[in-house]
């Protein structure tokens, strides 16, 4: 009968180095141990749930790689170990069962054995329980050493996972510090901004009331100066009806220094010359008329070139340097004819051809500045002729005059079918009388706008002249014509010199002369008006006038020979 040994179904364990001298505990886990060691290439180690942390869990395991790495590798030697003991074992048991013999009687077996199997069987037996003994204290150890394992795993896992829950919630508490901190950042830049838009809105509210209050203030000074202007005005008007009621003139302060300067000067030159005037004999008569005749030759042939302005002028200044060597009466008594018979070409020439007025005045304004003695003479017997060159204006006054006859002469009006003496005849016809006063106005402007760089009255007494006649005469019909024919001859000048100021000017007489002129309903006025108001809108003065700029020669003059 052939023996059968049952042979122990041999257990796994798996080993874990605990000291330093190569020994090793073991721990026993069955087959169907709820541990993988073929997943994910880990140790076989308890699974535990994942943290609501995932990726500190991650980063917890794979600080643990090396040592499961090698509690691994110890296993796996324990386990080749454990298997080699069992192999011996069995050796052991397969050889003591030779000899014996299985019985088999009437359906059951038993085994037959001789003494020295049985005590050879007898001590293989104990050495099996002392075997199963070892193998259970072994197993208990095992165990137990998982458990401790297990625990202590467990335990590494649960505090690192309170640290990584502590560093998460220390992270937190910084992200939310961070997150309060820039909150409280972004609050306080809001209150800075709103606490600016209030400050600006403060600042705005007090510039405001700030320009209020000094609008206010201007206004009260504006009124002030309004009521103090309009009393200044009003006294000022008083004062002109006082003075126009006891002179019978319209004029302002400038004007009558600047007319006495010339009347004195005119005055002078008369008293220094009235010995001519008044000497009866011959010889003195025929030198008056030969310096008179002379002298009426060289103003009768100017003409508009630049060639007969330079050689007439200097034969009169040749001539007035001959007398003043001659004497002082003479030389006066020859200013006193040149300026007589500059008016008188003025008042023949210019109201036909207005052009005419700048030759003379170049002329004129070449003598007065290389003969000074010439230049107030002159202007004073230009204002005789016509007040308006002052510019002042005669206003009838009973009280003042004697008859309308003397207003007449004071207004600078001829008399026809006058007596030898000036006495008796009619006056002119007012628009006679109005083409000779444009005339002497115009002639007037163009001489203050000579181009001479000599000269020594030149725009600026143009400027004085236009805004004493626009702060001193009234609105009306002789003014407004007076006022065209000037700045005919001098407004282009004026307005190159002055620019903007000029253009002020223009201004001021649009808005403030012609609507006055509009309300006067004196006879020819609108026409004046419609005139002046012409030029300001199409802005002649922005044009040179005709006849300013003088030829060098005039061609037909020339004489051709040969063909």
């Known amino acids: 009968m052939g023996t059968q040994v049952r042979t122990p179904t041999p257990v796994k364990v798996y080993g874990l180095p605990t000291e330093s001298n190569g020994s090793f505990k073991v721990s026993y886990v069955d087959d169907d141990s709820e541990f993988d060691s073929e ?47 069992l192999a011996t ?67 590494k896992i649960k505090r690192q996972e309170e640290e990584a829950e502590a560093a998460s919630m220390a992270a937190a508490r910084a992200a939310a510090e961070a997150q309060k901190r820039e909150e409280e950042t972004e609050a306080a830049k809001e209150r800075a901004r709103l606490e600016k838009l209030k400050e600006e809105e403060n600042k705005k509210v007090e510039e405001e009331s700030k320009q209020k209050a000094e609008a206010a203030a201007a206004r009260a000074r504006a009124e002030e100066k309004d009521k103090a202007d309009a009393k200044r005005q009003a006294d000022s008007e008083a004062q002109d009806r006082t003075a126009v009621q006891q ?64 050689r007439k002028a200097g034969e009169i200044i040749s001539s007035l340097e001959a007398l003043k060597r001659e004497g002082q009466a003479l030389y006066s008594f020859g200013i006193l004819s040149l300026c007589k018979r500059f008016i008188s070409q003025v008042a023949a ?44 204006l005669p206003v009838y006054m009973k009280s003042v005059y004697k008859s309308e006859a003397e207003f007449y002469r004071a207004s600078g009006y001829r008399f026809l079918d006058s007596a030898d003496d000036g006495t008796g005849g009619r006056p002119e016809a007012t628009d006679d009388y109005l083409r000779r006063l444009k005339g002497f106005v115009a002639f007037y402007g163009a001489f203050t706008q000579v181009t001479n760089p000599r000269s020594t009255h030149g725009l600026d007494f143009a400027w004085m ?31 190159i010199r002055f620019g903007r100021q000029f253009q002020k000017l223009m201004s001021l007489i649009q808005t403030d002369v012609l609507p006055k002129l509009q309300t006067c309903k004196e006879d020819g006025a609108e026409a004046a008006r419609m005139r002046l108001e012409a030029y300001i809108v199409r802005q002649e003065w922005r044009n040179p006038p005709e006849g300013r700029s003088l030829p060098r020669t005039d061609a037909s003059s020339l004489t051709i020979h040969g063909y």
């Open 465 to 495: 002249w236009l805004s004493r006649a626009l702060n001193y005469l009234p609105c009306n019909r002789v003014v407004a014509s007076a006022l065209h024919a000037f700045l005919s001859s001098a407004g282009y000048a004026m307005g």
């Open 89 to 155: 074992l069995d050796a052991e048991w397969e050889s003591a069962a030779v000899g014996t013999e299985e019985v088999r009687l009437g359906g059951s077996s038993r085994i037959v054995v001789d003494a020295a199997t049985q005590e050879q069987l007898q001590a293989l037996r104990k050495r099996r329980e002392m075997r199963d003994r070892r193998l259970k204290g072994l197993e208990t150890a095992l165990e137990s050493e998982h458990k401790q394992f297990d625990a202590a795993l467990a335990q």
């Open 247 to 310: 002179t019978g003139l319209r004029w302002g302060p400038p004007a009558q220094e600047f007319d006495s300067a010339c009347s004195s000067a005119l005055t002078k030159i008369r008293q220094a010359a009235e010995s001519i005037l008044s000497a009866g004999d011959s010889s003195t008569k025929k030198t008056r008329r030969n310096i008179d005749r002379k002298l009426g030759t060289y103003i009768a042939q100017i003409s508009a070139t630049q060639e007969q302005v330079v």
């Open 349 to 392: 020439q210019v109201p036909q051809l207005p052009s005419f007025a700048f030759p003379v005045a170049e002329v004129a304004a070449e003598v007065c500045s290389r003969c000074p003695d010439v230049l107030l003479p002159l202007l004073g017997t230009l204002h005789e002729a016509c007040p308006l060159t002052v510019p002042k």
């Open 39 to 85: 997943s994910d290439g880990e140790s076989p180690v308890h699974r535990t749930t994942p943290s609501t942390s995932g990726r500190r869990l991650s980063a917890l395991r794979r600080s643990d790689v090396a040592a499961r790495h090698l509690e691994q590798r110890m296993q796996e030697e324990a386990k080749a170990s454990t298997a080699q003991l």
